[in-house]
C-alpha cells in the first residue's frame, strides 16, 4: 500500500483537472494519434476501402517499429488492389 506522500505527489491539482476536462485532447496520447493518423490518410488512394485500417494495430505497430508500421499500409495496398483487379475483372467479362 501507498503511504500518503506518494500518494500526494500522483494527485491531480485543480488546474491540471481543469486543464483535462476543458482540452482532453492535450493529454490523451490516442487521441492525438488518432488525429494526425487520419489526417495522413485521407490523401491516400484506397481511403475510401480502408478508412485508417484498424487504429489500435496500427497504434501497436507504430509503438514497436516504423517498419511494421508502413508495412501495414503497404499490405492494404496490395490486398485492395488485388481484389479490385479481380472485381474489375470479373466486371469487364461480356
Ligand atoms: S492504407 Fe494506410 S494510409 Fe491508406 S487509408 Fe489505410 S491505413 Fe491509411
Redesign the pocket.
Known amino acids: 500500500m501507498k503511504d500518503d506522500k506518494i500518494l500526494q505527489e500522483e494527485m491531480l491539482t485543480d488546474d491540471e483537472l481543469e486543464k483535462i476536462f476543458l482540452q482532453p485532447s492535450d493529454f490523451c496520447e490516442y487521441q492525438t494519434f488518432y488525429k494526425n493518423?487520419i489526417k495522413?490518410?485521407t490523401g491516400?488512394d484506397?481511403?475510401k476501402f480502408?478508412?485508417?485500417?484498424c487504429l489500435p494495430q496500427?497504434y501497436e505497430l507504430k509503438n514497436k517499429s516504423e517498419k511494421l508500421f508502413a508495412e501495414?499500409?503497404a499490405g492494404?495496398?496490395k490486398l485492395v488492389n488485388y481484389i479490385k483487379a479481380g472485381v474489375d475483372c470479373a466486371l469487364s467479362e461480356p
Do not use: A
Not at 480502408?50 to 485500417?53: E, I, K, L, P, Y
Open positions: 493518423l495522413n490518410c491516400c484506397i481511403f480502408c478508412h485508417g485500417g496500427r501495414y499500409c492494404k495496398h
